[in-house]
């Protein structure tokens, strides 16, 4: 069974820093491409970020690019998501999702784990 453990949620100011975790386990992590996926209320559902646990592949939507990073640590089967330069805009919950793809092209997160609060305050 896919699970996702999120983690890392909180509250911090604008321009402040938060680290979200993720662990996976159930699958075979290097079958899989795992990322974050936010809900803002009020808002559509984005797909923030991807990584491919294979090659390390990654994707960033343009809302991200440049202040987020995802990685992972297959010896742990876990996926962080440093998030910098945080503007209010960002609050939502962050869930943790996995898809069985060896990249992240066309990624959508099959498996979705609990959500992590995050919020930005101005």
């Known amino acids: 069974e896919v699970q996702l453990q999120a983690s890392g949620g909180g509250l911090v100011q604008a321009g402040g820093s938060l680290r979200l975790s993720c662990a996976a386990s159930?699958?075979?992590?290097?079958?899989?491409?795992i990322g974050w996926i936010r809900q803002a209320p009020g808002k559509e559902r984005e797909g923030v970020s991807c990584?491919?646990?294979?090659?390390?592949?990654?994707y960033y939507s343009d809302s991200v690019k440049g202040r987020f990073t995802i990685s992972s640590d297959n010896a742990k089967n876990t996926v962080y998501l440093q998030m910098n330069s945080l503007k209010p805009e960002d609050t939502a919950v962050y869930y943790c999702?996995?898809?069985?793809?060896?990249?992240?092209?066309?990624?959508?997160?099959?498996?979705w784990g609990q959500g992590t609060l995050v919020t930005v305050s101005s």
């Open positions: 999702a996995a898809e069985e793809v060896p990249s992240c092209t066309n990624w959508a997160g099959d498996y």
């Open positions: 990584i491919s646990s294979s090659d390390g592949n990654t």
């Open positions: 159930g699958f075979t992590f290097d079958d899989y491409a």
